[in-house]
């Protein structure tokens, strides 16, 4: 689905005014390091599995949700690595502005679930495993900023801090 029903419901009362989403990013990897991407079919990058949060729902059960529907992938979510506000509204194709607070998840394939991808909807004209060595392009920049976060997240988690990760206008603090 591209557009989730309430955002169509609430364009036809505000038009293409700013609109503040929720939305969830999701760095999906097997146990041999590659991470999940999709390449998007409007505008041809690839991403990680990304989406917007429905009513009533958790994030880390959107981010799960998305990468069912757009990859096949059945995925667990294991940590909540960062969350950021946009700082530029977006123009999407239509006209319709928006701006988000996205949520950055890590996961991975789940125990018993599928994990061999394909394209499970028409937002995505291709998906597949890659290694960080060798990542497909043209990458968003979106996507190889978040990638670089749940990598310097990883890191600290494996020197065993225990501090949080925040994200602010690109500098990251640590508390």
């Known amino acids: 689905m591209s557009t989730p029903r309430f955002i169509l419901e609430l364009r036809e009362r505000i038009g293409h005014m700013p609109l ?9 990897r097997r146990d041999d390091g590659l991470i999940l991407l999709e390449q998007r079919s409007d ?8 989406g917007i949060n ?3 729902e958790e994030p880390a059960d959107t981010v799960a949700r998305e ?10 979510v294991t940590d909540l690595v960062n969350v950021k506000s946009g700082h530029e509204v977006k123009t999407n194709i239509n006209g319709d502005q928006t701006w988000y607070l996205d949520h950055l998840f890590l996961c ?4 018993d679930g599928n994990s ?24 968003a920049d979106s996507s190889r900023e978040r990638i670089a976060y749940v990598q310097r997240y990883l ?3 494996e020197a ?4 949080a990760q925040f994200a602010f206008d690109g500098v990251i603090e640590h508390y």
Request: no cysteine; aromatic share 10%; proline share 8%.
């Open 155 to 157: 890191r600290n988690r």
């Open 160 to 163: 065993g801090s225990a501090y």
């Open 108 to 111: 991975e394939v789940a125990p």
């Open 20 to 28: 503040w989403l929720i939305g969830v990013t999701g760095y999906v």
């Open 67 to 76: 990468a069912k529907e757009e990859t096949g992938v059945d995925v667990i």
């Open 43 to 50: 505008n041809g990058k690839w991403t990680l599995v990304t």
């Open 116 to 139: 061999e991808p394909i394209i499970g909807d028409d937002e995505s004209k291709d998906v597949g495993w890659f290694s960080l060595d060798a990542l497909p392009e043209p990458l």
């Open 54 to 56: 429905e009513p009533g």
